[in-house]
């Protein structure tokens, strides 16, 4: 599967941007999916995942209450609302996807899931 983040730039601190996770040719509906991200000089860091189905979210202590993962299996799109941004959620998000069918939601390594898109690039101004 293809991945292709978007929906990133630059945003006042306390605004709010919403990225987009789009499978280019194969459906990834039948898989988790998860979001990272990843600062300079920093290593890449678990954000959120959601299950195949939907239902179920999973959200890195850092951005619980303020990020929601959803997904829409008709546009094979994963959506990431972010909400109450801050200087330190500045980094590139990638999307990727968990082939392995029987993780718990919790999984959270990098090593985890794979087919990773591009990445966008979010910055937050002070």
């Known amino acids: 599967v293809q991945l292709q983040a978007s929906g990133g730039g630059l945003v006042q601190a306390g605004g709010s941007l919403r990225l987009s996770c789009a499978a280019l040719?194969?459906?990834?509906?039948?898989?988790?999916v998860g979001w990272f991200r990843q600062a300079p000089g920093k290593e890449r860091e678990f954000v959120a995942a959601i299950s195949w189905s939907g239902h179920t979210t999973y959200y890195a202590d850092s951005v619980k209450g303020r990020f929601t993962v959803s997904r829409d299996s008709s546009k094979k799109t994963v959506y990431l609302q972010m909400n109450s941004l801050g200087p330190e959620d500045t980094a590139v998000y990638y999307c990727?996807?968990?082939?392995?069918?029987?993780?718990?939601?919790?999984?959270?390594?990098?090593?985890?899931?794979?087919?990773w898109g591009q990445g966008t690039q979010v910055t937050v101004s002070s």
């Open positions: 040719g194969r459906t990834f509906s039948y898989y988790r």
């Open positions: 990727a996807v968990d082939g392995s069918l029987n993780r718990p939601i919790s999984s959270s390594r990098p090593s985890d899931f794979g087919s």
